[in-house]
Every structure is written in structure tokens, then in C-alpha cells.
């Protein structure tokens, strides 16, 4: 007679049928495993590149306010801002540019924060008392700097011309 | 013989590697996080460099208050503060840069160069009797003081005293159109188009500050023990008034107290007094500075007057 414990229950414990059920739902487990996870740290890759790009261009876009309101601390003023931001984001370049609403020079422009391999692009907008100058850095160290030019000033990415 | 575990055991084994792969997935999205931005070191020295611009502008201006209080004194027994002699205050200006270069590089390690590159001459006139009317030397009552000025830098008033509704500083422009007044009353009548400075009817003025430092300023009133609606002001001198300008007291036998105003390249309608007003020719009025601010992560350099209408 059979007991009722798991221990002296034997049904279904023939060595063929135990490894073919254990391979098949551990390849099932595994194979589901990876793939979704495969799926989530692509799109976790995104949101955390998204996010950088975001953190530098507020950080990029706060600088430019401090820049702007140096520029009523004295006149002929420059002032420049050596920043040390990441190389990359999730692993790729990116590019920072900054473009004026009027053309190459305005006090409201937008700042585009592109990582072109990953097809991500974070916008921003950015606006001064200063008029900002078309500007376009790769990666890295931006130099946001308020430049004195004759008898205008000028906010930019890339540092005052020598 | 097969036991009978056996298949459990593979089966708890499969669940531990799918688990292990899960619990390296999770720690695979801790690696992707956002690397910590070092950016607060920036903000720190912006924050410290306006500071530091702020103070050194403040402590410049006190010491010519004092060398003008020192020189005030030698003729007057109760001077009021006044721009100084250019010539003696150069080599002042070096030791002060010199000293405050240090104190900056001490306290945060930033280079800080300061020279002074200009300065402007001019003329000031003061009244310093608390006594006293705020007449000319002739006892008119409205009187220009200065005409064609192009900036005016300074002016204050210590009244201690107002007993009419009609004393005013009064600003104006190259037409006629343009015309600012600062309009100082005992009851705070509707004046159109007035900055005013004064308080409601009934109540009685004890005293009245307004100091003009860069264009801007905010006048204070001190009632004589009553409770009373201020009328007073931020005022921006001079706004909507372009140079060169005239300055003239309206009304001035309303008002009592002390005053200083100066001007550059003006020309004086005082005639001093043994009561004064008094005036001061070809002094100095104002300075010009040229500093640079150097951090290991900002280099600030730029131009700035001690005394200046837009606060440059």
C-alpha cells in the first residue's frame, strides 16, 4: 500500500520522462528569460540615455543662466565655464547644440542634446536677458562662456574667440 | 533503482538559474544609471564669484565714504560723505586690491587681480546742517543744482524734517516731455507721474533717507510716534530721462535736513554760504575697476564703476 508522504510517492519518476520535462521547462525558462530581458535593458539603455542628456542639458542650461546674469556684474564682461560632463551616454557619443529662435543670435533659443547612434534627441528651451549665439559642441566639456564682443555680449558653447 | 526526489531536486535546480538570471538582469539595469554630474563645483565658484564682487564693491565704496567723512570733517563739524580726492586715493586703491587679492585666494583659492583703470570728476554739492532749509545760497527755495549732467551717480537726502507736501528733487531730460521727480510730502498727495516719498494725511514725518547708490534706492520714512500708510517707493532715478539732464530742488524751504548730490562734467548754480549748500569742484566722483576672477573651472574678467545707473 502506498503511503500518503511525498517521499513514497514515485508516480512520474522514470529517468526519461524526469529529463525531458526538466530541459524542456529550463529551456522554456531561459529562453523566455532572455528574451524579455533582452527587450527590457534595451529600452532601460534608452530611458537612462534619455535621462543623462536631459541632466546635462538642465545642468548646461542652469550654467547659461549664472553666465547671464554675470553679464550685469560689470560691463565688457566675459566670463567662461569649464564644464566636465560625461564622454558618452549609454555608451555612445552625443552632441550639444544650442540654436537661437532668430537666427544666429536671440535671447530665446533651443538647446537640442542629440545621441545620434542611439536615435535619442532631448530638447530644451533655453532663454537669457544676453542674446545666445548658434552653437554646436561635441560631448564632453562645453564651454559655456559669456563673450564680450565690441559693443555686444554674447552667450555660447563653444568659449569666447581669442 | 530511481529515487524518488531525484526529479524535484532538477526541477528546484531550474528554478535557481532562472532566478540567478533574473537577479543578473537586475543588477545589469543598476549598472546603466546615470553617471553622478560634477557640476556643483561650478555653481559653488559662480555663486562665490558674485559674492566676492559684491563685497569687494561694497568695501570700496565704504572706504571712500570714510576718506570722504575724513576730508568732510577737516572743514565741517558735521560732514556727510562725499567723493574724495582723486590723487589721494590711488595708491589706496593698490593696497586694498593687493589685500583683498589675498583674502580671496586664502578663503577659496581663486586668483582675484583688481585695477583700478578710471576715474570720473566731478562736482558735489552738500548741505550738512540738520537745520537747515533746503534753499540755495541766496535763500531761493527752488534752485538747479546741476545742469547738463550725462550720469549721475549719487544722490542723498537726510531730512529731518518736512512740514509741505511740495519739496522735490526734480530730474530733466533734453525736451521737454522728459521729467523725473522725486516728490517728498507730508501727506501723500496724488502727484501724476511722481515717484513719491511721504505718508497720509494727519501724520507727521520725523525724518526722511533716501539714497540714490547706482541709480536705484529705497527711501525710508520714520513717523514721529504715529502709525501711517507709506507712501514711499523703490525708486530708479532719473527713469525715463535720457542725458544730458538738468537737477533741480522745488519747494526746498519745506523740507529740512542734509544732503549731498554729485554729478560729473556739471555746471554748479551754488553760491555757498556760511550755512552752505556747499559745493566741491573737480572731484573725485566715481571710479572704474577692472577685475578678473580666475578658478580652476571659471575665468571672469570685466569692467565695472562704483557708482553707475544700470549697477555696472
Not at chain 2, 543588477?27 to 555653481?43: F, I, K, S
Not at chain 2, 500708510?229 to 529740512?256: F, H, K, R, W
Not at chain 2, 554748479?268 to 573651472?297: E, Q
Amino acid at each position: 500500500m502506498r503511503g500518503l508522504g511525498i517521499e513514497s510517492d514515485d508516480r512520474g519518476a522514470s529517468i526519461a520522462v524526469t529529463h525531458a520535462l526538466t530541459l524542456a521547462i529550463t529551456a522554456i525558462l531561459i529562453s523566455t528569460l532572455l528574451l524579455a530581458t533582452g527587450n527590457f535593458l534595451n529600452a532601460q539603455n534608452d530611458d537612462v540615455a534619455r535621462q543623462q542628456l536631459t541632466d546635462i542639458g538642465g545642468d548646461v542650461s542652469s550654467l547659461i543662466d549664472r553666465a547671464d546674469r554675470l553679464n550685469k556684474t560689470g560691463s565688457s564682461v566675459n566670463a567662461t565655464f569649464e564644464t566636465t560632463y560625461t564622454n558618452r551616454v549609454a555608451g555612445e557619443p552625443y552632441t550639444i547644440i544650442l540654436i537661437p529662435d532668430n537666427g544666429t543670435r536671440d535671447t530665446e533659443a533651443t538647446m537640442y542634446l542629440n545621441a545620434t547612434a542611439l536615435d535619442i534627441s532631448v530638447a530644451m528651451r533655453v532663454s537669457s536677458d544676453t542674446p545666445m549665439i548658434e552653437s554646436r559642441v561635441r560631448a564632453g566639456n562645453p564651454t559655456v562662456s559669456l563673450c564680450n564682443a565690441g559693443t555686444k555680449q554674447n552667450l555660447t558653447l563653444t568659449g569666447c574667440p581669442r | 533503482m530511481v529515487k524518488p526526489d531525484r526529479a524535484q531536486l532538477l526541477l528546484i535546480a531550474s528554478v535557481l538559474i532562472a532566478l540567478t538570471i533574473v537577479a543578473s538582469v537586475v543588477l545589469l539595469n543598476a549598472v546603466y544609471t546615470p553617471q553622478t554630474l560634477r557640476t556643483g563645483t561650478v555653481n559653488t565658484e559662480a555663486t562665490e564669484l558674485r559674492d566676492t564682487q559684491h563685497e569687494l564693491r561694497n568695501e570700496l565704496r565704504e572706504y571712500l565714504n570714510r576718506v570722504g567723512i575724513q576730508e568732510a570733517s577737516a572743514n565741517k563739524p558735521d560732514p556727510l560723505p562725499y567723493a574724495p580726492d582723486g590723487v589721494s586715493v590711488a595708491a589706496d586703491m593698490r593696497n586694498i586690491s593687493a589685500l583683498y587679492g589675498n583674502l580671496v585666494s586664502a578663503r577659496s583659492g581663486a586668483t582675484l587681480r583688481i585695477v583700478k583703470t578710471g576715474e570720473t570728476v566731478g562736482d558735489v554739492v552738500f548741505q550738512n546742517k540738520s537745520t537747515r532749509t533746503l534753499t540755495d545760497g541766496s535763500g531761493n527755495s527752488s534752485w538747479q543744482v546741476f545742469s547738463g549732467v550725462s550720469s549721475m551717480p549719487r544722490v542723498r537726502l537726510n531730512l529731518s524734517d518736512i512740514s509741505g507736501n511740495n519739496t522735490s528733487v526734480v530730474i530733466n531730460g533734453t525736451t521737454t516731455s522728459e521729467q523725473w521727480t522725486l516728490n517728498i510730502s507730508e501727506d501723500a498727495v496724488a502727484v501724476n507721474g511722481r515717484d513719491q516719498c511721504g505718508i497720509a494725511t494727519g501724520d507727521t514725518v520725523e525724518a526722511v533717507r533716501v539714497d540714490l547708490v547706482d541709480g536705484q534706492g529705497t527711501p525710508v520714512v520714520e513717523l514721529d510716534g504715529q502709525s501711517g500708510q507709506e507712501y514711499c517707493t523703490n525708486l530708479t532715478m532719473a527713469a525715463g530721462v535720457t542725458a544730458p539732464y538738468n537737477v533741480s530742488i522745488d519747494g526746498g524751504d519745506s523740507a529740512t535736513g542734509r544732503y549731498v548730490m554729485t554729478a560729473d562734467g556739471s555746471a554748479l548754480t551754488t553760491t555757498p554760504t556760511g550755512d552752505g549748500p556747499y559745493s566741491r569742484t573737480d572731484k573725485t566722483i566715481n571710479l572704474d575697476f577692472r577685475l578678473v576672477y580666475v578658478t580652476t573651472d571659471i575665468t571672469y574678467a570685466s569692467q565695472f564703476s562704483l557708482y553707475s545707473e544700470d549697477q555696472r
